[in-house]
């Protein structure tokens, strides 16, 4: 009960902060960053960027440090779920019981929330003002490479190609390891780029973020 009350507090931070580091919607991109904030309101878990924030804190680094990022990791997995729910791919009308985002906009300006959400999180990673130059680039980097086609997107793409096959355990683990595993991956990564872990414990935990995206998957799937 009390991990859970912890959660639970810990996911009403990421919901407070969202608020600070959403875009604005003002101007002649109004109904996009509209589109953009609907998807990042919608409410979860927050499970990555609270695994960013912990991460980073329980090796000793400042928490502030890593709240950019960690709500960044946040905007590139909303982005990753609307366009999950277009019809060329899962079709889903509901996301957390909410319309989802094609359904209230439509596809085309869905598809550019989800483009708006990935690089708007680079800004905000590029624009940070406590991570060092150095810290800075290896969370891009780290983050570039879990979302896109060694990560999360070649994940996506392995999934959406064994549609309706039997595919052999060390390729599932691999489909996995891509599309759940990688963001959780980076989650737990920043934490400790951003904090400057020691080569041991960086070690350690990435041990425990690898195996902590595979439980996921298979208790989500289950």
Known sequence: MEFKQTLK????????????YMPSEE???????????YSLS????????????EACKVVGGNVEDAIPFAMAIEMIHTYS??????????????????PTNHKVYGDGLAI???????????????ENKTASANQKIKAIQCLATAAGPEGMVGGQAF??????????LEELKVLHGGKTGALFNAA???????????????????TYANCLG????ITDDI
Do not use: W
């Not at 101007?27 to 904030?37: A, D, F, H, L, V």
């Not at 595979?214 to 998957?217: P, V």
């Open 112 to 126: 550019l929330a989800g483009d708006g959400l990935l690089t708007y999180a680079f800004q905000l990673c590029s």
């Open 81 to 98: 779920l609307i366009h999950d729910d277009l019809p060329a791919l899962d079709n889903d009308d509901l996301r957390r019981g909410k």
């Open 159 to 168: 999934d959406l190609l064994s549609e309706g096959k039997h595919i052999p």
């Open 214 to 217: 595979l439980l996921f998957q």
């Open 27 to 37: 101007g002649y991109q109004k109904t996009i960053m509209e589109s953009m904030n």
């Open 9 to 20: 507090q810990r996911a009403n931070q990421v919901e407070s902060l969202l608020k600070e």
């Open 42 to 53: 919608a409410g979860g878990k927050r499970l990555r960027p609270i695994l960013t924030m």
């Open 188 to 206: 737990i990564e920043l934490g400790l780029i951003l904090s400057n872990a020691e080569k041991e414990k960086y070690t350690a935990y990435m």
